[in-house]
């Protein structure tokens, strides 16, 4: 636990705090829109959430060579968590495009 300093410590508790807040925000914000598309973008943060909590636990046990497995994990982990947050961005982009194509045919006759 030596390997971070308590400032750093606070900032890494406090960020896997406030992401599994976020999580459950977004989570409640597509029960009460009604809009399952947010649900998506809930479970696409869990991977960048196992990412964090990899880096947590590896600082936690003082960066031993026995769990750099850990790292590896933290590195796949945001790659798929990147990965999912992307296409569940996309997912809600493209449920707000059909779900309201008269808006997408002012916008465009806006832009005209």
Excluded at 19 to 43: C, D, H, K, P, Q
Aim: aromatic share 14%; charged share 10%; with cysteine.
């Amino acid at each position: 636990m030596h390997a971070l300093s308590i400032p750093t410590w606070i900032i890494h508790v406090s960020s896997v705090i406030e992401w599994i807040a976020a999580i459950w925000l977004i989570w409640t914000y597509g029960e009460v829109s009604g809009n399952r598309t947010w649900y998506a973008l809930s479970f696409a943060m869990l991977p960048a959430l196992v990412s964090a909590m990899c880096a947590c636990t590896w600082h936690y046990f003082d960066n031993p060579p026995s769990l750099e497995w850990l790292v590896t994990l933290q590195a796949a982990m945001t790659v798929l968590g990147n990965c999912t947050l992307c296409a569940a961005a996309w997912w809600i982009w493209r449920n707000a495009q059909s779900a309201n194509p008269a808006q997408l045919s002012q916008d465009q006759a806006k832009e005209s």
